[in-house]
């Protein structure tokens, strides 16, 4: 059974910086792309970055680029996203999400999160001013 488990999520001040972890099991990273998504109340789900399984490409939001860096360890299976110059309005849930779909990260403009089939609990992140 494919689990994903986020963790690393907090407080932090503007400018700050964290790293979330996704923990995978039931399943081998280079067997999945690995998306990181987040969400605030009232809003629709945002994709933020992925990392493509087979061949570890990535790829961001507009909205993250140059500030979010998505990692992976094979051995740990485990998929990181380094988040670094947080912004208040990078306050929200994180989630990972897994999927078979080939070139699910890399083939689409957008983050198409309907493609990932598991899904993480999601972590807490709040940037305060």
């Known amino acids: 059974q494919l689990q994903l488990v986020e963790s690393g999520g907090g407080r932090v001040q503007a400018g700050g910086s964290l790293r979330l972890s996704c923990a995978a099991s039931?399943?081998?990273?280079?067997?999945?792309?690995i998306g990181w998504f987040r969400q605030v109340p009232g809003k629709e789900r945002e994709g933020v970055s992925c990392?493509?399984?087979?061949?570890?490409?990535?790829k961001y939001a507009d909205s993250v680029k140059g500030r979010f860096t998505v990692s992976r360890d094979n051995a740990k299976n485990t998929v990181y996203l380094q988040m670094s110059s947080l912004r208040p309005d990078d306050t929200a849930v994180y989630y990972c999400?897994?999927?078979?779909?080939?070139?699910?990260?890399?083939?689409?403009?957008?983050?198409?999160?309907?493609?990932?089939?598991?899904w993480g609990q999601g972590t807490q992140v709040t940037v305060s001013a």
């Open positions: 039931g399943f081998t990273l280079d067997s999945h792309d």
């Open positions: 999400a897994a999927t078979d779909v080939v070139d699910s990260c890399t083939g689409f403009s957008d983050f198409a999160p309907n493609i990932y089939g598991s």
């Open positions: 990392i493509d399984g087979s061949t570890g490409r990535t």
